[in-house]
């Protein structure tokens, strides 16, 4: 199987991780439930978790990295953490690549999502749609998903976050599919929370993630009440990081393989595999842009991440993912769980078939992809340009001027 | 010598706390903390030799990680707060 599907969790992982954990099931008992070998072994393995993202992130501060179960679960301590601030008729500002796992907890909150609406792919007229709506007010914080799971676009996070800081507007940087591959420097972003998961480009197993807070402690929500082996007389939660928001026991084998997916990443460093995801998505994107029916969405040059969608015209995406399955290509059809994203892209009502790549995945890869998917190109019945050796007609397979359907304007949802 | 104990609220702070001083070059080491020496409840805490204890408490100052409480750990195994009669002052 060729594995093309790491936007949701990158398969391949670096050898190290499996051993971490299969020592650390013999081995870790719980951080900072006791003074025996055991659980001291645990809390030396948490922290250097802690220490490690904190290297790779840029936090001052350990304690300020938050072991998380997944990004969803640090968006949501993120969003609870500062609903209070739109108790008053404030309004959360998203961008329109945003995933469930932002729209569901601000829905479940009650909190009014502004969409700041630009032109697909162009990171202007996203700032200019995000100080505007800054600029009229109501904004009680914002979301920023860094990285679109479908399209692979690399929003202006920086730009984002320093227009944030001048309105004093709290910024939550949803960081799924950038953690590890896109440079991330939580002290210059200034973001008041940055989430991400364990187990996609931080190369960590499933059920681990990471929150990243600016802190202190007196302004996070959590989600879970419970034991945290500190401040046992009181029946209130610590009001310290990380203890404030990680009650109940952790999970060792999944932080000790998380650390050392870090040191992967650390050591590879996230430039030179962000180049390395890019260099295969470009290549990608040019051969199934000269497919016949075949559409590519998906950001261009330094705004592409290792994610591109594409659509055949006459096959439906799944059904597409389903045959690409049966030639041995793993990848994703769909919505992707982000249907704001699909709204913005035009692509709500088709879905896309997504590919997305990891360190391990190589050139010949994407093309066999290229390849298995021109045939069937070729094959469907209903491409006007079926026969063998028919050119393309000419297509710009990235979208970068088509005006959203909605607008360029911010606009609630 | 005698021993001294430096009462964090978390282990994580206690490990933040052995690293600053590891830095400093002071042997510090991270244990639970005597259950009398921590009315909160549980705690751990970073135990220094008697014979570093002025530079480990400026270094852990100067790393802005003041301990909850310091104590003296006695040759019978009792504890005394450090500043108290008897024992040296800061």
């Given amino acids: 199987m060729i594995y093309l599907d790491s936007a949701a969790t990158t398969l391949q992982k670096p050898k190290a991780v499996a051993r971490a954990m299969k020592t650390a099931v013999n081995t870790l008992a719980s951080p900072g439930r006791g003074g025996h070998a055991a659980s001291m072994r645990a809390a030396r393995a948490a922290y250097e978790c802690r220490e490690l993202a904190a290297r790779l992130f840029n936090v001052p501060d350990p304690a300020n990295v938050v072991l998380t179960s997944s990004a969803t ?3 949501n301590i993120a969003i609870n953490s500062l609903a209070h601030l739109a108790s008053r008729g404030g309004a959360a500002l998203i961008s329109g690549y945003e995933h469930n796992s932002v729209m569901r907890p601000l829905k479940a909150a009650g909190i009014e999502a502004l969409v700041a609406r630009s032109e697909l792919f162009e990171p202007e007229g996203l700032l200019r749609a995000f100080a505007s709506a800054l600029d009229r007010g109501r904004i009680a914080f914002a979301v920023l998903n860094h990285v679109s799971n479908v ?3 690399i929003q202006p996070a920086e730009r984002i976050a320093a227009l944030c800081r001048a309105h004093g507007v709290p910024l939550i940087i949803d960081a799924s599919q950038s953690a590890g591959s896109v440079p991330i420097n939580m002290l210059s972003l200034g973001a008041e929370f940055i989430a991400m998961p364990g187990h996609k480009g931080l190369y960590g197993p499933q059920g681990t993630g990471l929150l990243l807070c600016r802190g202190p402690a007196d302004g996070v929500f959590g989600i879970m009440q ?17 203890d404030a928001l990680e009650a109940g026991t952790h999970n060792m084998p999944g932080i000790a393989g998380l650390s050392e997916g870090i040191k992967f990443v650390l050591s590879r460093g996230e430039t030179r595999i962000l180049e390395h995801a890019r260099g295969l998505t470009d290549e990608a994107a040019r051969g199934l842009a000269e497919l016949p029916g075949v559409r590519v969405f998906g950001g261009s040059g330094k705004n592409r991440a290792g994610v591109l969608s594409f659509r055949l015209k006459h096959t439906e995406c799944e059904a597409a993912a389903e045959e690409l399955s049966r030639r041995g290509f793993a990848v994703r059809a769909g919505l992707h769980c982000a249907p704001e994203a699909h709204r913005t892209a035009g692509t709500f009502e088709t879905g896309t078939v997504r590919l997305s790549v990891s360190a391990y ?6 093309r066999a992809l290229v390849s298995a998917v021109s045939e069937m190109a070729r094959k469907s019945p209903r491409n006007r340009n079926n026969r063998p050796g028919a050119k393309a007609s000419p297509q710009k397979f990235y979208i970068v001027s088509r005006p959203n359907a909605r607008g360029s304007s911010s606009e609630s949802r | 010598m005698l021993d001294y104990l430096l009462i964090c609220r978390s282990v994580t702070y206690a490990q933040r706390t052995a690293k600053a001083l590891e830095s400093a070059g002071i042997s510090a080491v991270v244990t639970r903390a005597p259950r009398g020496l921590s009315p909160a409840g549980c705690s751990y ?24 409480r310091v104590f003296i750990q006695s040759e019978n195994g009792g504890y005394s707060p450090y500043g108290s009669a008897g024992a040296p002052s800061l």
């Avoid at chain 1, 419970?226 to 990380?242: I, K, N, Q, R, V």
């Avoid at chain 1, 995945?361 to 994407?366: I, K, P």
């Fill in chain 1, 226 to 242: 419970g034991g945290t082996g500190s401040d046992s007389a009181s029946d209130a939660m610590p009001a310290f990081l990380p």
């Fill in chain 1, 73 to 75: 679960h640090g968006l």
């Fill in chain 1, 361 to 366: 995945n190589t050139a010949r890869e994407l």
């Fill in chain 2, 45 to 68: 805490c970073v135990r220094v030799s008697g014979r570093h204890i002025a530079a480990a408490l400026a270094a852990v100052k100067n790393a802005g990680l003041p301990p909850a």
């Fill in chain 1, 151 to 153: 399209f692979g676009y």
